[in-house]
Nanobody, 119 residues
Framework: QVQLVESGGGLVQAGGSLRLSCAASGRTFSSYRMGWFRQAPGKQREFVGITDWSGGSTYYADFVKGRFTISRDNAKNTVYLQMNSLKPEDTAVYYC????????????WGQGTQVTVSS
């Protein structure tokens, strides 16, 4: 089906930037949307943002608006999460996911990449 692999995580100081990548392989289709989620220690997984492959419809959680940007490289089947002005509370494992045929249901998930923001 679809395999998703996140990369680009690491350790960064507060105020710094990171760009995460989510590479999709297998059979991919422009019909499904790609989402970013994160899970901080001791917390439930939370929604970060979502986009479609055309870039025509992109949404962000309120807490990242103005700091995070989702972009795409359709030729590489890759979605990016550009994170600027990082805060310690952004520390989490970040996951990408692909929405299936049902809106709001993500059928495919990557393994996650660790983002650690130091103060």
């Amino acid at each position: 089906q679809v395999q998703l692999v996140e990369s680009g995580g690491g350790l960064v100081q507060a105020g710094g930037s990171l760009r995460l990548s989510c590479a999709a392989s297998g059979r991919t289709f422009s019909s499904y949307r790609m989402g970013w989620f994160r899970q901080a220690p001791g917390k439930q997984r939370e929604f970060v943002g979502i986009t479609d492959w055309s870039g025509g419809s992109t949404y962000y959680a309120d807490f990242v608006k103005g700091r995070f940007t989702i972009s795409r490289d359709n030729a590489k089947n890759t979605v990016y999460l550009q994170m600027n002005s990082l805060k310690p509370e952004d520390t989490a494992v970040y996951y990408c996911a692909a929405e299936g045929g049902v809106v709001g249901t993500f059928d495919y998930w990557g393994q996650g990449t660790q983002v650690t923001v130091s103060s």
